[in-house]
Each structure stands twice: as structure tokens, then as C-alpha cells.
């Protein structure tokens, strides 16, 4: 376990026990049912967790282990099991998505100006010049041996975990929460949500949703067990390279550039955070005709673009009431 040093600020408030504390370059807030010293706990091993993951996946960590498969150059390696775990996910979502959802947009991304980590830690990304524009996320291939699980990424392919690492630590984090201290748990990680086990009164979990510039609420949700995540272009911005101006992280696959199609925000509620972080990429990439098809699928969905802000039928399942 990682022995973090990051200062953890912890609240017991009537039902609940909070921590927060900064991490994988944004905010945490981890919410732990119960105000007593196991509550305590749970969350210190949020900390410490989060803290563990964000050293295996982090594109600004140069011993990272996804920093060493961007340079293996097509060599397999011996990976954690949640490395393992968080790959085949993405080619879960690159399936799901048809490539809306494209966790290789690590080399136009730099290129255009976000090689450095948005948290004032002086971090950088350090990639190799023979990576291409656009990998292969489906040709990885990964495993579990003898030795323990491995992955190895096709020459040429780098990954940025991104947003569904953070949401994919998220689900994580509650699981943990609940096998390990038999209580329910709210991880927010960059607005990343995932919820899981008995909340606050025994009511579910109530997520605030704000709008793309993250000033204002435009609803609320509540659900049981799952996850929240939002995608906007208003935010995580960064000084283009290219033209000299700002921008933001959010890339079109086909085109390589930053999405500049009218939306400006996606919600998704999902099974779990890091779905339905891949989710809201799949929105904001091809628009908001997708919220027909998360509807049939009983996920619910929000946009905010051009138009205005609109939901799908299954959305009000989980508004509150």
C-alpha cells in the first residue's frame, strides 16, 4: 500500500464520514456511511488507494506502468491486475462506442499543447516519436498466467487513461469500501462518481449535476449502486501549440482535433462510473441523437449543447424527486 503525503482533511458529520483531498490531478471527496473510527478508516484507505492507482496509470509519471507500455514498443509486460482489468475495459468501450470512445488520443493531445499536468505539479508526459497520431486499442493483447496478468500493446499504440481511469478507480475504491469495512461509499473523483452499499439514511446516494462550466446545478440524481460521470469542453483547458490559443482535452477520433460540434457537456448514469464515463465521450463525440440509444438501453443520459439542456425518459428514473 502507498503511504501517501498528501494532507487528508476528514469530517464526521451526523450520518456520514467525509474526506477530501487533492489527487490524479483534480479534486477527491469520498463520502463513508457511519461517523465512527471504521468510517475513519475506509476513507484513509481511499487515500491511500487512489494514491497506489494513480502511480500504475498516470501518463505523467514516468515509471507508471501505463508510461512503460507506451514504450515497450510492442513488447509484452507484467502488469498489475488492475492494469490489466482497466486495458481490457477500454477495449470494452472502444467496442461499445464504434471509437467514439478512444483511449489512444494521447499523441495529438500532447501535440496540441497538453503535455503537461494541469495541477501545477510541473509533471510532464514524455512519449516516444514513433508512436502514431491514432492507435490500435483493439489489437492489445493482455492475459493471466502463471506469473501474474500482462498486457502487451501493439507497436506504434500509446494509452491515456484519462477520464475512465479515474472513474475505473472510483469503482474500485467502493468496492474495496464495502468488502473491506462493510460500509456504503460515494468516490468522487474529478466529478467521477461511483456510488455503492447503504447511504445516508439508508436512501441511496444523492449526485449533483452542474452544468459545463461547473458553476451552476442543473439537477440532481439518486441512485443505490453505480456510477456519474460528466464529459465537458469548458473545462481542463490548455494553451494550443498549434494555434496559440486555448483549448480543451476533448478529441474527435476521426478528425484528431477538439470536439467543436455544438456540444459542450454530457451526464451519463450508469452501471458503474467508468461506463458511464465512456459513455458521455460516445455523447459528446456524435451528439445527442446517442440519447435514444442509451434510453433503450435503460441508461440515462443528459446533453447540454446548442440547443439547450435535454435528457432522455430513462434520465428521470434517477432525478430527484
Not at 505523467?60 to 514498443?73: G, I, P
Not at 477495449?91 to 495541477?119: C, H, K, N
Not at 498486457?151 to 469503482?171: N, Q, Y
Not at 462550466?213 to 490548455?238: M, P, Q, Y
Request: hydrophobic content about 40%; overall charge negative; glycine content about 12%.
Amino acid at each position: 500500500m502507498v503511504s501517501s503525503t498528501i494532507d487528508l482533511v476528514i469530517e464526521r458529520r451526523t450520518t456520514d464520514t467525509v474526506g477530501s483531498w487533492p489527487a490524479m490531478g483534480c479534486d477527491v471527496q469520498v463520502i463513508v456511511s457511519g461517523t465512527d473510527e471504521i468510517s475513519s478508516s475506509a476513507v484513509r484507505h481511499a487515500r491511500d488507494r487512489i494514491a497506489e492507482l494513480e502511480l500504475l496509470w498516470s501518463r505523467f509519471v514516468d515509471h507508471s506502468e501505463v508510461s512503460q507500455l507506451n514504450r515497450s514498443s510492442g513488447r509484452p509486460l507484467r502488469v498489475a491486475d488492475e492494469t490489466r482489468r482497466l486495458v481490457e475495459l477500454m477495449q470494452e468501450g472502444v467496442r461499445a462506442t464504434g471509437g467514439a470512445f478512444d483511449p489512444t488520443m494521447i499523441v495529438p493531445l500532447v501535440r496540441l499543447g497538453y503535455g503537461e499536468s494541469l495541477d501545477g505539479s510541473g509533471r510532464s508526459t514524455v512519449l516516444d516519436t514513433d508512436l502514431h497520431q491514432r492507435g490500435d486499442t483493439l489489437a492489445i493483447e493482455s492475459g493471466v498466467d502463471d506469473e501474474g496478468s500482462w498486457v502487451r500493446l501493439p507497436a506504434g499504440t500509446a494509452l491515456d487513461p484519462g477520464g475512465i481511469g479515474k472513474g475505473f478507480a472510483a469503482d474500485i475504491v467502493v468496492n474495496e469500501i464495502e468488502e473491506l469495512f462493510g460500509r456504503g461509499a460515494l468516490v468522487s473523483i474529478g466529478g467521477d462518481v461511483s456510488v455503492g452499499g447503504p447511504g445516508p439514511e439508508n436512501e441511496g446516494w444523492r449526485v449533483v449535476v452542474l452544468d459545463p462550466d461547473k458553476k451552476n446545478v442543473i439537477d440532481e440524481v439518486r441512485l443505490a449502486r453505480g456510477g456519474v460521470a460528466t464529459s465537458s469542453v469548458r473545462l481542463r483547458r490548455f494553451a494550443d501549440a498549434q494555434r496559440g490559443a486555448e483549448n480543451h482535452h476533448l478529441l474527435d477520433p476521426t478528425s484528431l482535433a477538439p470536439i467543436a460540434n455544438g456540444t459542450f457537456g454530457a451526464t451519463v448514469v450508469a452501471g458503474s462510473a467508468a461506463w458511464a464515463e465512456i459513455l458521455t465521450k460516445w455523447l459528446m463525440v456524435e451528439g445527442r441523437d446517442r440519447l435514444a440509444v442509451l434510453d433503450r438501453l435503460g441508461i440515462g443520459a443528459l446533453i447540454v449543447d446548442v440547443e439547450g439542456c435535454t435528457s432522455n425518459n430513462a434520465w428521470h428514473n434517477y432525478e430527484e424527486k
